[in-house]
Protein backbone atom coordinates (compact mmCIF):
# COMPACT_ATOMS: atom_id res chain seq x y z
CA UNK A 1 0.00 0.00 0.00
CA UNK A 2 1.59 3.85 -0.66
CA UNK A 3 2.84 5.41 1.98
CA UNK A 4 0.51 8.36 0.78
CA UNK A 5 -3.08 6.69 0.91
CA UNK A 6 -5.90 8.36 2.16
CA UNK A 7 -5.81 6.66 4.65
CA UNK A 8 -2.28 8.03 6.15
CA UNK A 9 -2.85 11.36 4.17
CA UNK A 10 -6.04 12.90 4.81
CA UNK A 11 -7.56 15.79 4.24
CA UNK A 12 -8.28 17.80 7.48
CA UNK A 13 -10.69 20.84 7.22
CA UNK A 14 -12.07 22.38 11.03
CA UNK A 15 -10.38 19.51 12.37
CA UNK A 16 -12.64 16.34 10.34
CA UNK A 17 -11.10 14.04 8.26
CA UNK A 18 -11.68 13.14 5.01
CA UNK A 19 -10.08 10.62 2.64
CA UNK A 20 -11.14 12.65 -0.31
CA UNK A 21 -9.66 15.69 -1.66
CA UNK A 22 -12.19 16.40 -4.10
CA UNK A 23 -15.03 18.59 -3.38
CA UNK A 24 -18.19 18.54 -5.97
CA UNK A 25 -20.80 21.00 -6.19
CA UNK A 26 -24.82 20.10 -6.91
CA UNK A 27 -25.85 22.49 -9.70
CA UNK A 28 -26.49 22.50 -12.81
CA UNK A 29 -26.73 19.05 -13.29
CA UNK A 30 -29.75 17.89 -15.74
CA UNK A 31 -31.65 16.60 -12.62
CA UNK A 32 -30.50 15.13 -8.92
CA UNK A 33 -30.61 11.81 -10.06
CA UNK A 34 -27.70 12.62 -12.09
CA UNK A 35 -26.14 15.02 -9.77
CA UNK A 36 -26.48 11.70 -7.90
CA UNK A 37 -24.43 9.23 -9.82
CA UNK A 38 -22.20 12.22 -10.56
CA UNK A 39 -21.34 12.61 -7.10
CA UNK A 40 -20.83 8.99 -6.61
CA UNK A 41 -18.44 8.45 -9.18
CA UNK A 42 -16.74 11.10 -7.66
CA UNK A 43 -15.48 9.86 -4.59
CA UNK A 44 -16.05 13.21 -2.85
CA UNK A 45 -17.35 13.56 0.85
CA UNK A 46 -18.12 17.27 0.97
CA UNK A 47 -20.61 18.53 -1.27
CA UNK A 48 -21.42 22.13 -1.70
CA UNK A 49 -25.40 23.45 -1.70
CA UNK A 50 -26.14 26.80 -3.15
CA UNK A 51 -28.80 27.90 -0.27
CA UNK A 52 -30.38 30.47 -2.26
CA UNK A 53 -30.65 28.05 -5.78
CA UNK A 54 -30.95 24.46 -4.40
CA UNK A 55 -34.25 23.22 -2.28
CA UNK A 56 -33.28 21.39 1.18
CA UNK A 57 -36.46 22.01 2.69
CA UNK A 58 -37.16 25.15 2.01
CA UNK A 59 -39.99 24.36 -0.63
CA UNK A 60 -42.00 21.97 1.36
CA UNK A 61 -43.07 19.48 -1.69
CA UNK A 62 -40.60 20.57 -4.38
CA UNK A 63 -37.59 17.75 -4.77
CA UNK A 64 -35.74 17.79 -2.40
CA UNK A 65 -31.70 17.39 -2.62
CA UNK A 66 -31.33 15.93 0.60
CA UNK A 67 -33.42 13.24 -0.57
CA UNK A 68 -30.30 12.29 -3.18
CA UNK A 69 -27.51 13.93 -0.82
CA UNK A 70 -28.11 12.73 2.13
CA UNK A 71 -26.11 14.35 5.21
CA UNK A 72 -25.22 11.15 6.50
CA UNK A 73 -23.27 10.10 3.93
CA UNK A 74 -21.99 13.37 2.76
CA UNK A 75 -20.62 16.83 4.69
CA UNK A 76 -22.68 18.96 3.22
CA UNK A 77 -21.34 22.46 2.80
CA UNK A 78 -24.06 25.57 2.19
CA UNK A 79 -22.30 28.13 0.20
CA UNK A 80 -23.97 31.73 -0.79
CA UNK A 81 -23.67 31.56 -3.95
CA UNK A 82 -25.70 34.51 -5.62
CA UNK A 83 -24.84 37.01 -2.82
CA UNK A 84 -23.34 40.28 -3.50
CA UNK A 85 -23.08 41.63 -0.39
CA UNK A 86 -21.98 40.85 3.49
CA UNK A 87 -25.41 41.29 4.92
CA UNK A 88 -27.19 38.54 1.96
CA UNK A 89 -24.30 35.96 2.82
CA UNK A 90 -24.73 36.37 6.46
CA UNK A 91 -28.05 36.14 6.23
CA UNK A 92 -27.88 32.88 3.80
CA UNK A 93 -25.42 31.26 6.48
CA UNK A 94 -27.57 31.79 9.34
CA UNK A 95 -30.18 30.24 7.37
CA UNK A 96 -28.58 27.18 6.24
CA UNK A 97 -27.76 26.38 9.96
CA UNK A 98 -31.30 26.82 10.49
CA UNK A 99 -32.81 24.35 7.77
CA UNK A 100 -29.79 21.76 8.58
CA UNK A 101 -30.06 21.47 12.61
CA UNK A 102 -27.33 23.79 13.40
CA UNK A 103 -24.45 23.03 10.82
CA UNK A 104 -21.68 25.40 10.83
CA UNK A 105 -19.48 24.74 8.32
CA UNK A 106 -20.00 26.83 5.76
CA UNK A 107 -18.52 28.25 2.04
CA UNK A 108 -18.67 31.70 1.70
CA UNK A 109 -18.78 33.82 -1.79
CA UNK A 110 -19.56 37.38 -2.35
CA UNK A 111 -19.82 38.37 -5.66
CA UNK A 112 -18.64 41.53 -7.46
CA UNK A 113 -20.84 41.09 -10.65
CA UNK A 114 -22.82 38.90 -12.68
CA UNK A 115 -20.21 38.80 -15.54
CA UNK A 116 -17.48 37.59 -13.94
CA UNK A 117 -18.24 36.52 -10.45
CA UNK A 118 -14.96 37.41 -9.41
CA UNK A 119 -14.91 37.92 -5.67
CA UNK A 120 -15.95 41.20 -3.92
CA UNK A 121 -12.95 41.97 -1.30
CA UNK A 122 -14.16 44.31 0.97
CA UNK A 123 -17.94 42.36 1.68
CA UNK A 124 -15.90 38.87 1.60
CA UNK A 125 -13.46 40.51 4.29
CA UNK A 126 -16.58 41.78 6.32
CA UNK A 127 -18.74 38.68 6.37
CA UNK A 128 -16.19 36.65 7.29
CA UNK A 129 -15.24 38.42 10.28
CA UNK A 130 -18.95 38.96 11.32
CA UNK A 131 -19.30 34.82 10.70
CA UNK A 132 -16.29 33.55 12.50
CA UNK A 133 -17.42 35.37 15.48
CA UNK A 134 -21.10 33.84 15.03
CA UNK A 135 -19.30 30.35 15.30
CA UNK A 136 -19.39 29.51 11.75
CA UNK A 137 -16.50 27.43 10.64
CA UNK A 138 -15.93 29.21 7.26
CA UNK A 139 -14.44 28.00 3.81
CA UNK A 140 -14.04 31.39 1.75
CA UNK A 141 -13.74 32.15 -1.87
CA UNK A 142 -11.13 34.54 -2.66
CA UNK A 143 -9.39 36.29 -5.30
CA UNK A 144 -5.71 34.76 -5.57
CA UNK A 145 -3.95 37.30 -3.17
CA UNK A 146 -1.75 36.05 -1.46
CA UNK A 147 -1.91 38.96 1.52
CA UNK A 148 -5.70 38.74 1.34
CA UNK A 149 -5.25 34.82 1.73
CA UNK A 150 -3.29 35.75 4.76
CA UNK A 151 -5.67 38.14 6.42
CA UNK A 152 -8.96 35.76 5.98
CA UNK A 153 -6.71 33.01 7.73
CA UNK A 154 -6.19 35.43 10.52
CA UNK A 155 -9.88 36.20 10.76
CA UNK A 156 -10.30 32.87 11.45
CA UNK A 157 -11.49 31.46 8.38
CA UNK A 158 -10.99 27.15 8.44
CA UNK A 159 -9.90 27.25 4.53
CA UNK A 160 -8.72 29.28 2.20
CA UNK A 161 -10.47 28.94 -1.80
CA UNK A 162 -8.56 30.99 -4.30
CA UNK A 163 -10.20 31.16 -8.00
CA UNK A 164 -7.67 29.71 -10.50
CA UNK A 165 -9.73 31.36 -13.19
CA UNK A 166 -13.08 32.76 -13.21
CA UNK A 167 -16.34 31.08 -12.36
CA UNK A 168 -17.45 28.56 -14.81
CA UNK A 169 -14.95 29.44 -17.31
CA UNK A 170 -13.55 25.99 -17.51
CA UNK A 171 -9.49 27.99 -18.33
CA UNK A 172 -7.58 25.73 -15.87
CA UNK A 173 -4.72 27.11 -13.74
CA UNK A 174 -4.26 30.85 -14.69
CA UNK A 175 -2.19 32.15 -11.69
CA UNK A 176 0.47 29.18 -10.23
CA UNK A 177 2.82 31.81 -8.80
CA UNK A 178 0.50 33.28 -6.71
CA UNK A 179 -1.28 29.70 -6.36
CA UNK A 180 2.01 28.59 -4.71
CA UNK A 181 2.58 31.48 -2.65
CA UNK A 182 -0.78 31.42 -0.94
CA UNK A 183 0.38 27.54 -0.23
CA UNK A 184 3.77 28.40 0.96
CA UNK A 185 2.18 30.66 3.67
CA UNK A 186 -1.03 29.03 4.85
CA UNK A 187 -1.56 27.25 7.85
CA UNK A 188 -4.86 26.10 6.84
CA UNK A 189 -6.10 23.96 3.95
CA UNK A 190 -5.70 25.71 0.23
CA UNK A 191 -8.63 24.63 -1.93
CA UNK A 192 -8.62 25.32 -6.07
CA UNK A 193 -12.17 27.04 -6.24
CA UNK A 194 -13.15 27.59 -9.82
CA UNK A 195 -11.63 27.87 -13.48
CA UNK A 196 -10.85 23.63 -13.37
CA UNK A 197 -11.99 22.65 -16.99
CA UNK A 198 -10.90 18.76 -17.53
CA UNK A 199 -8.86 16.36 -15.38
CA UNK A 200 -5.42 18.02 -16.06
CA UNK A 201 -6.54 21.11 -14.69
CA UNK A 202 -7.03 19.68 -10.98
CA UNK A 203 -3.82 17.36 -10.76
CA UNK A 204 -2.16 20.82 -12.02
CA UNK A 205 -3.75 22.31 -8.71
CA UNK A 206 -2.51 19.34 -6.71
CA UNK A 207 0.40 19.26 -7.90
CA UNK A 208 1.46 22.95 -6.56
CA UNK A 209 0.64 21.73 -3.23
CA UNK A 210 -3.09 22.61 -2.96
CA UNK A 211 -4.95 20.44 -0.57
CA UNK A 212 -8.24 19.99 -2.39
CA UNK A 213 -10.09 20.87 -5.76
CA UNK A 214 -13.04 22.53 -5.54
CA UNK A 215 -15.29 21.85 -8.43
CA UNK A 216 -19.22 21.69 -10.53
CA UNK A 217 -19.25 23.06 -13.88
CA UNK A 218 -16.12 21.35 -15.11
CA UNK A 219 -18.78 17.78 -13.96
CA UNK A 220 -21.71 18.95 -14.73
CA UNK A 221 -21.34 20.52 -17.96
CA UNK A 222 -18.96 17.60 -19.73
CA UNK A 223 -20.76 15.64 -22.24
CA UNK A 224 -20.96 12.63 -19.66
CA UNK A 225 -21.00 14.52 -15.81
CA UNK A 226 -20.69 10.87 -14.09
CA UNK A 227 -17.53 9.74 -16.48
CA UNK A 228 -15.89 13.15 -15.88
CA UNK A 229 -16.38 12.73 -12.16
CA UNK A 230 -14.65 9.73 -12.18
CA UNK A 231 -11.93 11.41 -14.32
CA UNK A 232 -11.87 14.30 -11.77
CA UNK A 233 -11.29 11.74 -8.50
CA UNK A 234 -8.84 10.12 -10.04
CA UNK A 235 -6.83 13.07 -11.55
CA UNK A 236 -6.72 14.65 -7.44
CA UNK A 237 -5.50 11.23 -6.32
CA UNK A 238 -2.82 11.23 -8.98
CA UNK A 239 -1.73 15.21 -8.57
CA UNK A 240 -1.98 14.77 -4.99
CA UNK A 241 0.78 11.68 -5.10
CA UNK A 242 3.10 13.52 -7.48
CA UNK A 243 3.40 16.46 -5.33
CA UNK A 244 3.99 13.62 -2.37
CA UNK A 245 6.42 12.11 -4.81
CA UNK A 246 8.62 15.56 -5.91
CA UNK A 247 8.82 15.82 -9.77
CA UNK A 248 12.44 15.48 -11.76
CA UNK A 249 13.90 18.21 -11.86
CA UNK A 250 13.28 20.33 -15.08
CA UNK A 251 16.57 20.29 -17.28
CA UNK A 252 17.32 22.11 -20.66
CA UNK A 253 18.87 19.36 -22.04
CA UNK A 254 18.35 15.53 -22.44
CA UNK A 255 20.18 13.56 -19.62
CA UNK A 256 20.32 9.62 -20.35
CA UNK A 257 18.18 7.15 -18.59
CA UNK A 258 20.72 4.35 -18.98
CA UNK A 259 23.99 6.05 -18.88
CA UNK A 260 27.03 4.56 -20.78
CA UNK A 261 29.60 4.94 -18.10
CA UNK A 262 31.09 1.63 -17.00
CA UNK A 263 29.10 -0.20 -19.92
CA UNK A 264 31.25 -3.30 -21.67
CA UNK A 265 31.08 -2.00 -24.93
Same mark, same amino acid.
Given at each position: ?? /??? =? &? &?????? $? ?15 ? %? ?55 ? @? ?26 ? &? ?9 ? *? ?25 ? $?? #? ?14 ? #? ?25 ? $? @?? *? @?????? #??? *? ?41 ? /? $?? =??? %?????
Amino acid at each position: MS /SVS =S &T &TDPLVI $AGISYASRLLVGTGKYK %DFDETKRAIEASGAQIVTVAIRRTNVGQEAGAPNLLDYITPDRYTLLPNTAGCYDAD @SAIRTCRLARELLDGHDLVKLEVLGDQK &TLYPNIVETLR *AAEVLCNDGFKVMVYTTDDPIMARRLE $AL #GCVAIMPLAAPIGSGL #GIQNRYTIREIVANANVPVIVDAGVGT $A @SD *A @SIAMEL #GCD *AVLMNTAIAEARDPVLMAEAMRHAVAAGRLAHRAGRMPRRAYA /S $AS =SPI %DGTFF
